[in-house]
């Protein structure tokens, strides 16, 4: 149904950008986390969004019964990557995680980039919060033709 | 069947925006998706196709918006642009609406009177 696909559409963007919002908020937690259970330090994680493209003999299939597809133009979190860049090696001697010659490897992180990208994520979250605002609206005014009388 | 032409006429009129305003919420969700371009409706052809009624509407008759500027990431979602159209389209569905309650409304005094 169309007018509640716009609600589930923009759904699925608000919990891509909550998601987006969550690794960035673990990237910054651990800008300087040394230690992890795999060994070596924290390794900056990104999100990677992609759209759903269904296509139109899908879309039909879906209208005709509800298969619980996510509508086209959805957004989908497909995948969290690392980072490729390399860790920034500190001269810390005393430190228990030093290799034999004294340096730590530091997460590659910048806290400015990662503020940046949270703020980006809290915006897009509010537009699609009030893109859900608008589509409710719009529901309850053609509920409103039935008051007529 | 709608009861009457006009019925008819607004109810496809209501079904074009409610599409348009479909594509308007998926360009605000994609808007951080990379290689998204932005769709919109052409208001004429979606109009006639939902007019048509021997016709099977596979999808909503859309296009995509090429003249906007791209960014690096090769998305070009305009904002602005899209939170214009959205209250635009909110404006056209409620007058929609209007209408149908009038129409209704004037339905149901010709079988009071």
């Known amino acids: 149904m169309g007018i509640f696909d716009m609600m589930s559409i923009s759904a699925s963007a608000l919990s891509a950008e909550r998601q987006r919002a969550e690794v960035t908020s673990a990237n910054l937690a651990n800008a300087e986390t040394t230690h992890t259970d795999s060994g070596g330090p924290f390794v900056r994680k990104e999100v990677v969004f992609s759209t759903t493209n269904t296509s139109p003999f899908q879309s039909v299939f879906n209208r005709l019964g509800s298969f619980g597809d996510a509508p086209s133009g959805s957004v989908r979190l497909t995948d969290v990557i690392d980072d490729p860049a390399p860790p920034v090696r500190k001269y810390e001697p005393g430190n228990p995680d030093a290799d034999k010659n004294g340096y730590v490897e530091y997460p590659n992180i910048n806290p400015i980039t990662e503020m940046v990208d949270l703020m980006s994520a809290t915006r897009s979250y509010q537009l699609n919060a009030s893109a859900i605002n608008a589509a409710k609206q719009m529901i309850l005014e053609s509920i409103d033709i039935l008051k007529t009388t | ?113």
Not at chain 2, 99 to 105: A, G, M, N, S, V
């Open chain 2, 1 to 113: 069947m709608a009861t009457t032409p006009l019925l008819q006429v607004l109810q496809g009129f209501l079904q074009v925006s409610t599409d348009r305003q479909q594509l308007v919420t998926a360009n605000m969700a994609n808007v951080d998706t990379p290689g998204y371009h932005t769709k919109d409706i052409n208001f004429q052809t979606a109009m006639q196709q939902v007019m048509d009624q021997g016709e099977l509407r596979l999808q909503p008759a859309s296009m995509s918006v090429d003249n906007l500027p791209e960014r690096p990431d090769g998305n070009n979602v305009n904002i602005d642009r899209e939170s214009m159209m959205m209250s635009e389209t909110q404006l056209q569905y409620q007058m929609g609406v209007q209408l149908i309650k009038e129409e209704f409304h004037e339905l149901l005094s010709a079988i009071k009177d």
